[in-house]
Each structure stands twice: as structure tokens, then as C-alpha cells.
């Protein structure tokens, strides 16, 4: 049974315009989520996380709001870019633990 | 040069043979992590290290058995492919100071194993 899930295998955006991935998950230990980036070819960056003691972080055209109540989280990106172009991960953690569950990921495409 | 490096980057090999990967990094990371991936599936946690002396078993640890060298390597083997091991697998390693940095990790570019 996944723990943390993407529902969207993928997401077609116009550049210029707001791009959200939506993450899920089901375990009320998670303390600590994370988003990560992943080219073709290569292992995934890390991107932006979020602590359950927030609602919102932000960094640069990225940022990432959490809604415990619903076990959810998005990421938003504001503009879209062609270089976003790539595959998401949402992962999350329990506390202490430090062993990250990993979504199956969603693949943005923005198109010009 | 890359912080995380994995070789071989891609490699074929045969059903019952014996394959290992390796995973150097120069990132000066205590933890170091084994994943693959599967279309679908996302990343899954083969093995995971926290120092040269612990090593523990991740979500799907059969079939595989890792070996830290060092601090800076750690090995995955597959003792007798098959072929739904076929997959991505990716090492990773995160710094051991309490806090937020100690949940980002960084990964390797990769090695795609195909067993035939």
C-alpha cells in the first residue's frame, strides 16, 4: 500500500503560466516532506521541503504548501519554464527516521 | 566532478549471474543509501548505511546484499540476477547532522541493469 502518492503520471503546462503537482499521503507520522527534480539520465536534485510545523515554504518561483488535515501537499511554479520540464518526486519522512518514501512521481511537461 | 558517482552506468547481464554496483561519493556524507526504480513505482529503499558499521535493510532488501568499503563507498550485489531486477538503481547520501539537512539527500546519476 503506497504511502505517499502521485495521482497525476503526468502534467502539460503553457510557459508562462502556474504549474501545481499534488502529492498524497496517508501516514499522520510524516513530519517532513520533500520535492525533487529528475532529467532524463540523471538522479533526482532536491528541489524544496516543508516542515509539518508549516503551511508554506517558499524558494524562488517555487513553493510548497502543506495541508495536514487532508494529508496533502502541492507544489506550485510560478512562471513555468521550459527547463522545468522534468519529472517530480514527492517524499516524505517520520521524525528522527531520516528514511524518505517516495511518491512515483509526476512528469511536467511545459509546452512553448 | 560529480559528488555522487555510480559506475557502471549501464550494464546487461544474464539470469543467476552474480553483478555488483558500486557507488563512491566525495560529499563527505556518513549515510548512503541503495534505491531502485520502476516505472510506476517511484523509489524504493534496497539498503541503507548510517557509517561503515551499520548497514540495515531497506523496503525490499531480497535478493541483494550491499558492502561498505568506506566512509566514501558503498557496494550493492546481486549474488543470482533475475530478471525482475531489472531496474534504475540509484545511490544516494545525506549529511548526519541533526536538522533539516540531514532528510535531503543527493544521488548518483544512475545505473540501468538489465537482466536478460
Known amino acids: 500500500d503506497q504511502q505517499v502518492k502521485q495521482n497525476s503520471p503526468s502534467l502539460s503546462v503553457q510557459e508562462g503560466r502556474i504549474s501545481i503537482l499534488n502529492c498524497d499521503y496517508t501516514n499522520s507520522m510524516f513530519d517532513y516532506f520533500l520535492w525533487y527534480k529528475k532529467y532524463p539520465a540523471e538522479g533526482p536534485t532536491f528541489l524544496i521541503s516543508i516542515s509539518s510545523i508549516k503551511d508554506k515554504n517558499e524558494d524562488g518561483r517555487f513553493t510548497v504548501f502543506l495541508n495536514k488535515s487532508a494529508k496533502h501537499l502541492s507544489l506550485h511554479i510560478v512562471p513555468s519554464q521550459p527547463g522545468d520540464s522534468a519529472v517530480y518526486f514527492c517524499a516524505a519522512s517520520a521524525w528522527s527516521n531520516y528514511q524518505l518514501i517516495w511518491g512515483a512521481g509526476t512528469k511536467l511537461i511545459i509546452k512553448p | 566532478d560529480a559528488d555522487v558517482t555510480q559506475t557502471p552506468r549501464n550494464r546487461i547481464t544474464k539470469t543467476g549471474k552474480r553483478i555488483m554496483l558500486e557507488c563512491s561519493q566525495t560529499?563527505?556524507?556518513?549515510?548512503m543509501y541503495w534505491y531502485r526504480q520502476d516505472p510506476g513505482l517511484g523509489l524504493r529503499l534496497i539498503y541503507y548505511s548510517f557509517d561503515v558499521k551499520d548497514i540495515n535493510k531497506g523496503e525490499i532488501s531480497d535478493g541483494y546484499s550491499v558492502s561498505r568499503q568506506a566512509q566514501a563507498k558503498f557496494s550493492l550485489s546481486l549474488e543470482s540476477a533475475i530478471p525482475n531486477q531489472t531496474a534504475l538503481y540509484f545511490c544516494?547520501?545525506?549529511?548526519?547532522?541533526?536538522?533539516?539537512?540531514?532528510?535531503?539527500?543527493?544521488f548518483g546519476p544512475g545505473t540501468r541493469l538489465t537482466v536478460t
Open positions: 544516494a547520501t545525506s549529511d548526519q547532522t541533526p536538522g533539516q539537512s540531514s532528510y535531503e539527500q543527493y
Open positions: 560529499k563527505g556524507h556518513d549515510r
